[in-house]
Protein backbone atom coordinates (compact mmCIF):
# COMPACT_ATOMS: atom_id res chain seq x y z
CA UNK A 1 0.00 0.00 0.00
CA UNK A 2 1.33 3.51 -1.45
CA UNK A 3 2.39 5.43 1.82
CA UNK A 4 -0.17 7.96 3.52
CA UNK A 5 1.09 11.48 2.55
CA UNK A 6 -1.79 12.86 4.36
CA UNK A 7 -1.52 11.14 8.13
CA UNK A 8 -4.81 12.47 9.99
CA UNK A 9 -4.54 12.30 13.51
CA UNK A 10 -8.15 12.71 14.57
CA UNK A 11 -10.64 15.66 14.27
CA UNK A 12 -9.92 18.44 16.12
CA UNK A 13 -12.72 20.64 15.83
CA UNK A 14 -15.58 21.61 13.81
CA UNK A 15 -15.99 25.52 13.28
CA UNK A 16 -19.81 26.67 13.28
CA UNK A 17 -20.59 30.22 11.41
CA UNK A 18 -23.47 31.03 12.98
CA UNK A 19 -25.72 34.36 13.47
CA UNK A 20 -25.46 34.60 17.08
CA UNK A 21 -22.76 32.81 18.60
CA UNK A 22 -23.44 33.83 22.62
CA UNK A 23 -27.25 31.83 22.14
CA UNK A 24 -26.04 29.25 20.15
CA UNK A 25 -22.98 28.51 22.77
CA UNK A 26 -25.42 28.69 25.38
CA UNK A 27 -27.80 26.15 23.35
CA UNK A 28 -24.77 23.77 23.13
CA UNK A 29 -24.10 24.44 26.72
CA UNK A 30 -27.82 23.70 28.17
CA UNK A 31 -28.89 20.80 25.59
CA UNK A 32 -26.46 19.35 24.42
CA UNK A 33 -23.91 19.25 27.32
CA UNK A 34 -20.43 21.04 25.69
CA UNK A 35 -18.39 23.15 28.32
CA UNK A 36 -17.41 26.35 27.11
CA UNK A 37 -13.26 26.84 27.23
CA UNK A 38 -12.31 29.51 25.49
CA UNK A 39 -13.88 32.85 23.73
CA UNK A 40 -12.44 35.55 21.23
CA UNK A 41 -14.40 38.59 20.78
CA UNK A 42 -14.57 42.81 21.09
CA UNK A 43 -12.70 42.06 24.57
CA UNK A 44 -9.59 39.91 23.35
CA UNK A 45 -9.40 42.28 20.39
CA UNK A 46 -11.12 40.46 17.68
CA UNK A 47 -12.47 43.34 15.36
CA UNK A 48 -14.90 41.50 13.79
CA UNK A 49 -16.02 38.56 15.15
CA UNK A 50 -16.66 36.67 18.09
CA UNK A 51 -16.35 32.72 18.91
CA UNK A 52 -17.09 30.91 21.52
CA UNK A 53 -14.98 27.17 22.10
CA UNK A 54 -16.93 23.79 23.72
CA UNK A 55 -15.87 20.60 24.36
CA UNK A 56 -16.84 17.32 25.51
CA UNK A 57 -14.93 14.23 25.42
CA UNK A 58 -13.11 14.50 22.56
CA UNK A 59 -15.46 17.17 20.61
CA UNK A 60 -14.47 20.74 19.96
CA UNK A 61 -17.24 22.58 18.39
CA UNK A 62 -16.30 26.50 18.10
CA UNK A 63 -19.06 29.15 17.36
CA UNK A 64 -18.33 32.00 15.41
CA UNK A 65 -20.53 35.23 14.93
CA UNK A 66 -19.86 38.61 13.03
CA UNK A 67 -20.07 41.96 14.35
CA UNK A 68 -20.85 43.56 11.01
CA UNK A 69 -21.91 43.18 7.51
CA UNK A 70 -18.83 42.98 5.54
CA UNK A 71 -17.25 39.83 6.81
CA UNK A 72 -16.93 36.05 5.54
CA UNK A 73 -18.76 35.21 8.34
CA UNK A 74 -21.90 37.42 8.39
CA UNK A 75 -21.63 36.32 4.10
CA UNK A 76 -21.93 32.65 5.22
CA UNK A 77 -24.72 33.23 7.29
CA UNK A 78 -26.55 35.38 5.28
CA UNK A 79 -26.48 32.99 2.40
CA UNK A 80 -26.48 29.35 4.68
CA UNK A 81 -28.10 30.10 7.46
CA UNK A 82 -26.32 28.75 10.43
CA UNK A 83 -24.01 25.76 9.68
CA UNK A 84 -20.42 24.57 9.53
CA UNK A 85 -17.66 26.43 7.97
CA UNK A 86 -14.55 24.25 8.89
CA UNK A 87 -13.82 20.68 9.10
CA UNK A 88 -10.54 20.93 11.21
CA UNK A 89 -8.15 17.61 10.90
CA UNK A 90 -5.57 16.98 13.15
CA UNK A 91 -2.29 16.57 11.65
CA UNK A 92 1.25 16.78 12.64
CA UNK A 93 2.93 18.62 10.27
CA UNK A 94 0.60 21.18 8.66
CA UNK A 95 2.79 22.79 6.20
CA UNK A 96 3.22 19.44 4.91
CA UNK A 97 -0.65 18.37 4.61
CA UNK A 98 -0.96 21.70 2.34
CA UNK A 99 1.77 20.69 0.04
CA UNK A 100 0.77 17.52 -0.23
CA UNK A 101 -2.87 18.07 -1.35
CA UNK A 102 -1.95 20.97 -3.15
CA UNK A 103 0.10 19.02 -5.30
CA UNK A 104 -2.79 16.77 -6.15
CA UNK A 105 -5.19 19.22 -7.04
CA UNK A 106 -6.21 21.40 -3.54
CA UNK A 107 -7.44 25.00 -3.66
CA UNK A 108 -5.47 26.72 -1.26
CA UNK A 109 -6.88 28.92 1.04
CA UNK A 110 -5.08 29.93 3.63
CA UNK A 111 -1.60 28.58 3.52
CA UNK A 112 0.52 27.46 6.75
CA UNK A 113 0.01 29.93 9.80
CA UNK A 114 1.30 29.92 12.97
CA UNK A 115 -0.21 31.86 15.72
CA UNK A 116 1.60 32.26 19.26
CA UNK A 117 1.64 33.59 22.74
CA UNK A 118 2.54 32.61 26.25
CA UNK A 119 1.56 29.18 26.21
CA UNK A 120 2.33 28.19 22.76
CA UNK A 121 1.80 27.81 19.07
CA UNK A 122 -0.79 26.34 17.19
CA UNK A 123 -0.28 26.18 12.78
CA UNK A 124 -3.33 25.65 10.82
CA UNK A 125 -4.04 25.96 6.87
CA UNK A 126 -7.55 25.40 5.22
CA UNK A 127 -7.99 24.05 1.64
CA UNK A 128 -11.54 24.37 -0.34
CA UNK A 129 -14.25 21.46 -0.15
CA UNK A 130 -17.82 21.10 -0.95
CA UNK A 131 -19.56 24.66 -1.36
CA UNK A 132 -18.76 27.13 0.86
CA UNK A 133 -16.97 24.51 3.58
CA UNK A 134 -13.34 24.14 4.21
CA UNK A 135 -11.00 21.64 5.53
CA UNK A 136 -8.52 22.97 8.39
CA UNK A 137 -5.16 21.35 8.99
CA UNK A 138 -4.12 22.16 12.89
CA UNK A 139 -1.18 20.96 14.27
CA UNK A 140 -1.49 22.04 18.26
CA UNK A 141 0.94 19.84 19.46
CA UNK A 142 3.17 22.64 20.66
CA UNK A 143 0.43 24.46 22.62
CA UNK A 144 -0.65 24.18 26.41
CA UNK A 145 -3.59 26.79 26.19
CA UNK A 146 -7.77 25.66 26.11
CA UNK A 147 -7.58 25.98 22.10
CA UNK A 148 -5.54 28.80 20.46
CA UNK A 149 -3.93 32.09 20.74
CA UNK A 150 -6.32 35.11 20.71
CA UNK A 151 -8.92 33.04 22.73
CA UNK A 152 -8.99 33.92 26.71
CA UNK A 153 -10.07 31.04 28.58
CA UNK A 154 -13.47 30.43 30.60
CA UNK A 155 -14.19 28.67 33.80
CA UNK A 156 -17.45 27.42 32.82
CA UNK A 157 -19.72 26.11 36.07
CA UNK A 158 -22.50 24.22 35.85
CA UNK A 159 -22.11 22.27 32.23
CA UNK A 160 -23.47 18.92 32.44
CA UNK A 161 -22.22 16.77 29.97
CA UNK A 162 -24.44 14.04 28.39
CA UNK A 163 -21.68 11.49 27.10
CA UNK A 164 -20.35 12.78 23.82
CA UNK A 165 -16.85 11.31 23.75
CA UNK A 166 -15.55 11.31 19.87
CA UNK A 167 -16.86 12.43 16.52
CA UNK A 168 -17.60 9.26 14.42
CA UNK A 169 -18.30 10.47 11.25
CA UNK A 170 -19.23 14.11 9.19
CA UNK A 171 -21.72 13.53 6.43
CA UNK A 172 -21.85 16.18 3.81
CA UNK A 173 -24.76 16.92 0.80
CA UNK A 174 -24.02 17.50 -2.59
CA UNK A 175 -25.86 17.97 -5.85
CA UNK A 176 -27.00 15.54 -8.17
CA UNK A 177 -24.16 13.80 -10.11
CA UNK A 178 -21.22 15.52 -7.50
CA UNK A 179 -21.21 12.63 -5.26
CA UNK A 180 -18.60 10.89 -7.63
CA UNK A 181 -16.54 13.80 -8.06
CA UNK A 182 -16.35 14.41 -3.95
CA UNK A 183 -15.40 10.83 -3.76
CA UNK A 184 -12.40 11.12 -5.99
CA UNK A 185 -11.47 14.28 -4.16
CA UNK A 186 -10.87 12.81 -1.15
CA UNK A 187 -9.36 9.80 -3.05
CA UNK A 188 -7.27 11.61 -4.96
CA UNK A 189 -6.56 14.90 -2.73
CA UNK A 190 -6.47 13.40 0.73
CA UNK A 191 -5.59 9.61 -0.25
CA UNK A 192 -8.46 8.86 1.84
CA UNK A 193 -10.23 5.41 0.46
CA UNK A 194 -13.84 4.37 -0.24
CA UNK A 195 -14.98 2.06 2.54
CA UNK A 196 -18.55 1.66 1.78
CA UNK A 197 -21.06 2.86 -1.47
CA UNK A 198 -24.95 2.92 -1.32
CA UNK A 199 -27.03 3.54 -4.23
CA UNK A 200 -30.53 4.27 -4.52
CA UNK A 201 -31.29 0.83 -4.54
CA UNK A 202 -30.10 0.53 -0.99
CA UNK A 203 -32.08 3.92 -0.12
CA UNK A 204 -35.21 4.55 -1.39
CA UNK A 205 -38.54 4.81 -0.72
CA UNK A 206 -41.95 5.42 -2.48
CA UNK A 207 -40.94 8.81 -2.81
CA UNK A 208 -37.08 9.67 -2.95
CA UNK A 209 -34.36 8.40 -2.93
CA UNK A 210 -29.94 9.27 -2.25
CA UNK A 211 -26.66 7.49 -2.97
CA UNK A 212 -24.25 7.65 -0.88
CA UNK A 213 -20.56 6.69 -0.70
CA UNK A 214 -18.36 6.80 2.76
CA UNK A 215 -14.88 7.64 2.32
CA UNK A 216 -12.19 7.19 5.17
CA UNK A 217 -8.40 8.26 6.18
CA UNK A 218 -6.09 5.62 6.32
CA UNK A 219 -5.91 5.28 9.73
CA UNK A 220 -9.92 4.61 9.72
CA UNK A 221 -10.27 7.55 12.54
CA UNK A 222 -12.24 10.04 10.35
CA UNK A 223 -15.41 8.94 8.16
CA UNK A 224 -16.80 11.48 5.51
CA UNK A 225 -20.20 9.94 4.05
CA UNK A 226 -21.05 11.89 0.74
CA UNK A 227 -24.75 12.03 0.04
CA UNK A 228 -26.61 12.90 -3.20
CA UNK A 229 -30.28 13.14 -4.09
CA UNK A 230 -31.27 10.39 -7.02
CA UNK A 231 -34.49 10.80 -8.88
CA UNK A 232 -37.64 10.03 -6.96
CA UNK A 233 -41.10 10.59 -7.49
CA UNK A 234 -41.02 13.60 -4.49
CA UNK A 235 -38.47 15.85 -3.61
CA UNK A 236 -35.30 14.46 -2.32
CA UNK A 237 -34.26 14.97 1.10
CA UNK A 238 -31.11 15.80 0.37
CA UNK A 239 -32.51 18.11 -2.04
CA UNK A 240 -34.43 19.53 0.52
CA UNK A 241 -31.44 20.57 2.45
CA UNK A 242 -29.54 21.92 -0.80
CA UNK A 243 -32.29 24.30 -1.47
CA UNK A 244 -32.22 25.80 2.31
CA UNK A 245 -28.93 25.70 2.89
CA UNK A 246 -28.22 27.26 -0.77
CA UNK A 247 -25.47 24.79 -1.70
CA UNK A 248 -23.73 21.53 -0.55
CA UNK A 249 -22.52 21.74 3.05
CA UNK A 250 -22.39 19.11 6.07
CA UNK A 251 -26.01 17.47 6.84
CA UNK A 252 -25.28 15.47 10.28
CA UNK A 253 -22.38 15.11 12.60
CA UNK A 254 -22.16 11.55 14.23
CA UNK A 255 -20.89 11.34 17.78
CA UNK A 256 -20.29 8.08 19.90
CA UNK A 257 -21.42 7.81 23.11
CA UNK A 258 -20.39 5.09 25.18
CA UNK A 259 -24.53 4.61 26.76
CA UNK A 260 -26.36 5.81 24.36
CA UNK A 261 -29.78 5.23 26.66
CA UNK A 262 -28.36 7.38 29.17
CA UNK A 263 -27.44 9.92 26.43
CA UNK A 264 -30.54 9.90 24.49
CA UNK A 265 -32.69 9.89 28.10
CA UNK A 266 -30.67 13.28 29.00
CA UNK A 267 -31.22 15.13 25.91
CA UNK A 268 -34.90 13.96 25.81
CA UNK A 269 -34.75 15.82 29.11
CA UNK A 270 -33.58 18.46 28.41
CA UNK A 271 -35.70 19.16 25.41
CA UNK A 272 -34.02 17.72 22.23
CA UNK A 273 -35.90 16.45 19.62
CA UNK A 274 -35.38 13.00 17.73
CA UNK A 275 -36.77 11.45 14.67
CA UNK A 276 -39.27 8.92 15.35
CA UNK A 277 -39.87 6.17 13.26
CA UNK A 278 -43.31 3.88 13.78
CA UNK A 279 -43.56 1.04 16.47
CA UNK A 280 -44.15 -1.35 13.80
CA UNK A 281 -40.01 -0.87 13.41
CA UNK A 282 -39.27 -2.26 16.71
CA UNK A 283 -41.32 -5.69 15.91
CA UNK A 284 -39.42 -5.89 12.82
CA UNK A 285 -36.23 -5.45 14.53
CA UNK A 286 -36.70 -7.99 17.15
CA UNK A 287 -37.82 -10.37 14.16
CA UNK A 288 -34.64 -9.60 11.98
CA UNK A 289 -31.45 -8.58 14.46
CA UNK A 290 -29.93 -11.45 16.06
CA UNK A 291 -28.06 -12.47 18.91
CA UNK A 292 -28.02 -8.53 20.90
CA UNK A 293 -28.37 -8.17 23.86
CA UNK A 294 -29.99 -5.27 24.51
CA UNK A 295 -33.52 -3.55 26.37
CA UNK A 296 -35.86 -3.67 23.34
CA UNK A 297 -38.47 -2.08 25.61
CA UNK A 298 -36.34 0.79 26.64
CA UNK A 299 -34.68 0.95 23.15
CA UNK A 300 -38.17 1.73 21.41
CA UNK A 301 -39.20 4.04 24.40
CA UNK A 302 -36.37 5.93 23.68
CA UNK A 303 -36.45 5.73 19.55
CA UNK A 304 -33.26 4.04 19.87
CA UNK A 305 -32.42 2.37 15.81
CA UNK A 306 -30.40 -0.44 15.72
CA UNK A 307 -28.56 -2.27 12.64
CA UNK A 308 -26.26 -5.41 12.40
CA UNK A 309 -24.14 -6.55 9.96
CA UNK A 310 -21.09 -8.99 9.62
CA UNK A 311 -18.65 -6.92 12.37
CA UNK A 312 -21.66 -6.60 14.82
CA UNK A 313 -24.10 -4.19 15.53
CA UNK A 314 -24.78 -0.37 16.05
CA UNK A 315 -27.40 1.66 18.01
CA UNK A 316 -28.34 5.52 16.72
CA UNK A 317 -30.77 8.25 16.96
CA UNK A 318 -30.97 11.84 15.17
CA UNK A 319 -32.21 14.79 16.26
CA UNK A 320 -34.40 17.09 14.03
CA UNK A 321 -32.15 20.10 12.39
CA UNK A 322 -31.04 22.32 15.01
CA UNK A 323 -31.75 25.53 13.11
CA UNK A 324 -35.39 26.81 11.59
CA UNK A 325 -34.00 26.13 8.15
CA UNK A 326 -34.21 22.17 7.75
CA UNK A 327 -30.25 21.71 6.60
CA UNK A 328 -28.11 20.63 10.07
CA UNK A 329 -28.58 18.09 12.20
CA UNK A 330 -26.59 15.69 14.54
CA UNK A 331 -26.71 11.76 14.93
CA UNK A 332 -26.02 9.57 18.27
CA UNK A 333 -24.00 7.17 17.67
CA UNK A 334 -22.90 3.92 19.84
CA UNK A 335 -20.76 0.82 17.88
CA UNK A 336 -20.78 -2.41 19.24
CA UNK A 337 -18.07 -3.43 16.43
CA UNK A 338 -20.10 -2.54 13.09
CA UNK A 339 -18.21 -0.07 11.23
CA UNK A 340 -21.31 0.41 8.92
CA UNK A 341 -23.74 3.62 9.45
CA UNK A 342 -27.04 1.82 9.59
CA UNK A 343 -28.19 1.38 5.91
CA UNK A 344 -30.96 -1.30 7.40
CA UNK A 345 -32.43 1.79 9.02
CA UNK A 346 -32.27 4.41 6.18
CA UNK A 347 -35.48 2.77 5.07
CA UNK A 348 -37.96 3.61 7.83
CA UNK A 349 -35.84 6.87 8.97
CA UNK A 350 -36.21 8.35 5.49
CA UNK A 351 -40.07 7.33 5.35
CA UNK A 352 -40.25 9.10 8.55
CA UNK A 353 -38.12 12.01 7.67
CA UNK A 354 -41.13 12.25 4.36
CA UNK A 355 -43.26 12.75 7.23
CA UNK A 356 -41.64 15.54 7.96
CA UNK A 357 -40.97 17.15 5.05
CA UNK A 358 -44.45 16.80 4.14
CA UNK A 359 -45.68 18.70 6.87
CA UNK A 360 -43.22 21.39 6.09
CA UNK A 361 -44.78 21.57 2.53
CA UNK A 362 -41.48 20.40 0.90
CA UNK A 363 -42.07 16.98 0.05
FE1 LIG B 1 -24.69 9.17 10.02
Redesign the pocket.
Known sequence: MAEDFLPVKGYDHVEFYVGNAKQAAHFYDKTFGFKPVAKRGLETGSRDRASYVLRQGAVTFVLTSAYGPDTDVARHCALHGDGVRAIALSVGDVESAVRETKARGATVLKEATAEEDEQGTVITAEIKYAGDTVFRFVDRSNYRGPFAPGFIDIDAQGSNPVGFAAI??I?TNVYLGEMNFWANWYSEVLGFTNLAHFTDKDISTEYSALMSKVMENGTGKCKF?INEPAEGKKRSQITEYLDYYYGSGVQ?I?MNTANIYDTVAELRSRDIDFLRVPDTYYDMMRERIKGVDEDWARLQELGILVDQDDDGYLL?I?THPVQDRPTLFY?V?QRHGSRG??IGNFKALFVSLEEEQALRGNL
Open positions: DHVPHAQFEIFG
